[in-house]
Nanobody, 124 residues
Framework: QVQLVESGGGLVQAGGSLRLSCAAS????????MGWFRQGPGKEREFVAA????????YLSNSVKGRFSISRDNAKSTAYLQMNSLKPEDTAVYYC?????????????????WGQGTQVTVSS
């Protein structure tokens, strides 16, 4: 059972930056595809970004492409989401997730483990 703990959320002005971290409890962190999802007020949870186990490939949603980036440090069992040029519409609870596959990384079903989420609020 992998435990995931997100951190780094907070309140930021539009145009600002935040870096979210997702720390995993297992040393076998490198086995997992890592993903980030978010759920805004009154909205369904949506895919944001994913990165393969060896970090040789990543995928970003169109809504964040060019502003966000995803990375991982397998030695530290941690995944990151760097968020730049933040907009009020990026306000959401951000969740990290871990899974074994890659084919459907934009879907929640691809992931087996989820963190509790961290709040990101972007003021205008």
């Amino acid at each position: 059972q992998v435990q995931l703990v997100e951190s780094g959320g907070g309140l930021v002005q539009a145009g600002g930056s935040l870096r979210l971290s997702c720390a995993a409890s297992e040393r076998t962190f490198s086995r997992y595809t890592m993903g980030w999802f978010r759920q805004g007020p009154g909205k369904e949870r949506e895919f944001v970004a994913a990165i393969r186990r060896s970090a040789d490939s990543s995928y970003l949603s169109n809504s964040v492409k060019g502003r966000f980036s995803i990375s991982r440090d397998n030695a530290k069992s941690t995944a990151y989401l760097q968020m730049n040029s933040l907009k009020p519409e990026d306000t959401a609870v951000y969740y990290c997730a871990a899974g074994y596959g890659w084919l459907q990384v934009t879907t929640e079903d691809e992931y087996n483990y989820w963190g509790q989420g961290t709040q990101v609020t972007v003021s205008s």
